[in-house]
């Protein structure tokens, strides 16, 4: 993942018209992507709760995802 080099000001760094800060923003993708998995799915354990998740336990969850797509 390419925003692992970024320091926390850089994570939170927000642009006008954007989703949020880059790390809101994949915090929201991955979260959503967990959400289409457990809809396509119906597996409880591919939902995470990404709101406080950090850069590696996003990443972890996105790489335990692969399989199962």
Do not use: K
């Not at 949020?20 to 929201?28: A, D, F, M, Q």
């Not at 457990?38 to 409880?44: E, I, K, S, V």
């Not at 850069?55 to 972890?60: D, F, G, I």
């Amino acid at each position: 993942m390419a925003c692992l080099g970024l320091s926390p000001e850089q994570l939170g760094t927000a642009v006008t018209g954007t989703y949020g800060s880059i790390l809101e923003t994949v915090r929201h993708l991955v979260g959503s992507d967990s959400s289409y998995l457990f809809a396509t799915t119906g597996d409880r354990t591919h939902l995470i709760d990404e709101n406080h998740m950090d850069l590696p336990e996003l990443r972890a969850a996105m790489e335990g995802h692969s399989a199962a797509w």
